[in-house]
């Protein structure tokens, strides 16, 4: 933390010729997941109200950081239980109204300002009760569970959500936020089952790929509870018959991973490590689809050295971090209480501004590689 002043400009300078291989950078739009926490309460917030519990996107803001900030990616939130409300159950039958607010985003977002959307349904790889998110819900093809949506019905439902945007070449397909608690073989089988629906709804898109632990990449080849073997044990056996897969990974800074705290005592160029050189082994490539620091000097530092990280090792593709979104309000969804969000006009939980006026343009903003950010990627997607 200290002489963090030299440390940034020398990073910047390396950064200049390291550019060029990130082919996404942005941001998560968090929100139309929200309004469902309330403990013992299953059916709280289901369906939930549009503009009240949750929101997708406040096009305004997306304007602001395409047309200003220069960003390509933004990784856009939803809900399971409210795209496949409880009493049809997870499948191809979906909540029209949900879904139609979910694609205007989308729409927006790519066919409107032509940056890229990566969907992501916000679920930790369960179904059925998300009141006490991240940690309730059944998961989703727990055979001993009754009351669990199958893997089968997990392929159901992605068949049909490729299959309605399998025309639009920037959109990307995010599997599921966070698999926690889990057999990593289930995070596998469920994985795959995705990969093959996608794919048989004849979208070609990347699609990005969760592990086990929260996804988390410095724990990628750890086990992480009884029967949560390592990700790095099972993950490189996807098999994408386009070859448009990526890993997606989630690193915070912070003491624990969680991104609840303010400090950054957690190097990432360090903990990605193993995560990197096993990418490297299988010929696979990552992106970083949730990471953050707080509002302070050795969060700053650290935020850019991972940035910088990411830009000089040919795996990773892309990163986008946690959260702007319209409904934060004056919360902070990452890195302690007072830093707010990443939303452009909103302001902290302390009247201050928040983290895109403080940690966006000191740790982010510089390594946006905004002229070299191309819609030609080395996958699928078209110029
Ligand atoms: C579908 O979503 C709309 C908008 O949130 C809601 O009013 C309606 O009750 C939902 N339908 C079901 C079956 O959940
Ligand atoms: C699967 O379901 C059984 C029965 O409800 C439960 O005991 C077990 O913890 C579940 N497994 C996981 C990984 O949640
Ligand atoms: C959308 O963003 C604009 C620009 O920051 C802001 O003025 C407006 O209040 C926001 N709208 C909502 C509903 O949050
Ligand atoms: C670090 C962080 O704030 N993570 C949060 C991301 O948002 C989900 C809900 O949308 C929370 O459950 C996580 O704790």
Same mark, same amino acid.
């Given at each position: ?36 926490? !309330? /403990?013992?309460? /299953?059916?709280?917030?289901? /369906? ?22 220069? #960003? ?12 496949? /409300? ?5 499948? @191809? ?77 920037? %959109? ?35 699609? %990005?790929?969760?592990?086990?632990? *929260? =996804? ?6 750890? *086990?992480?509870? =009884? ?18 897969? @990526? ?20 190097? @990432? ?9 096993? &990418? ?19 969060? #700053? ?15 990773? #593709?892309? *990163?986008?971090? *946690? ?6 309000? =004056? ?42 950010? !191309?819609?030609?990627? &080395? ?5």
């Amino acid at each position: 933390m200290l002489c963090g002043f030299a440390k940034i400009v020398s990073l910047l300078a390396v950064s200049q010729a390291a550019l060029g291989k990130i082919i996404y950078a942005g941001i998560n739009e968090s929100g139309g997941e929200f309004g469902v926490w !309330s /403990p013992g309460n /299953p059916g709280f917030g289901l /369906p939930g109200r549009l503009g009240v519990d949750y929101a997708f996107i406040n096009k305004s803001t997306v304007d602001i950081f395409v047309d200003q900030e220069k #960003i390509n990616l933004f990784r856009v939130t939803f809900l399971m239980e409210r795209m496949c /409300p409880l009493q049809y159950g997870l499948g @191809a039958r979906f909540n029209e109204t949900y879904f139609n607010a979910f694609a205007d985003a989308v729409n927006y977002i790519t066919l409107k300002k032509g940056a890229y959307a990566m969907l992501d349904p916000h679920n930790y790889m369960r179904y059925n009760d998300p009141s006490q998110q991240p940690f309730s819900g059944s998961v989703i093809g727990n055979s001993s569970d009754p009351t669990a949506a199958t893997t089968k019905q997990f392929g159901q439902f992605w068949h049909e959500l490729a299959r309605r945007f399998a025309q639009n070449p920037k %959109v990307l397909f995010g599997i599921n936020n966070e698999p926690h608690d889990m057999p990593t073989e289930l995070v596998l089988k469920n994985n795959q089952e995705a990969i093959n629906a996608i794919r048989s709804a004849g979208a070609r898109q990347l699609i %990005v790929a969760p592990g086990n632990a *929260w =996804t988390g990449g410095h724990s990628w080849t750890e *086990w992480s509870c =009884t029967d949560c073997k390592p990700s790095s044990d099972f993950m490189y056996q996807l098999v994408d018959p386009l070859h448009n897969l @990526a890993i997606d990974v989630h690193e915070y800074l912070d003491i624990d991973f969680s991104g609840g705290h303010d400090a950054c005592e957690q190097p @990432a160029p360090q903990n990605l490590e193993k995560l990197t050189a096993w &990418l490297k082994e299988h010929k696979l490539k990552a992106i970083i689809s949730e990471f953050g620091g707080g509002n302070n000097e050795g969060c #700053i530092n650290m935020l850019s050295e991972m940035l910088e990280y990411l830009a000089a090792n040919d795996e990773y #593709i892309g *990163w986008t971090v *946690w959260a702007a979104g319209p409904i934060w309000g =004056t919360a902070s969804p990452c890195c302690g209480p007072t830093v707010g969000s990443l939303e452009p006009g909103a302001i902290t939980s302390e009247g201050k501004p928040n983290g895109f006026s403080t940690v966006w343009p000191a740790a982010i903003k510089p390594h946006i590689p905004a002229s070299k950010l !191309s819609a030609c990627s &080395l996958f699928f997607s078209p110029c």
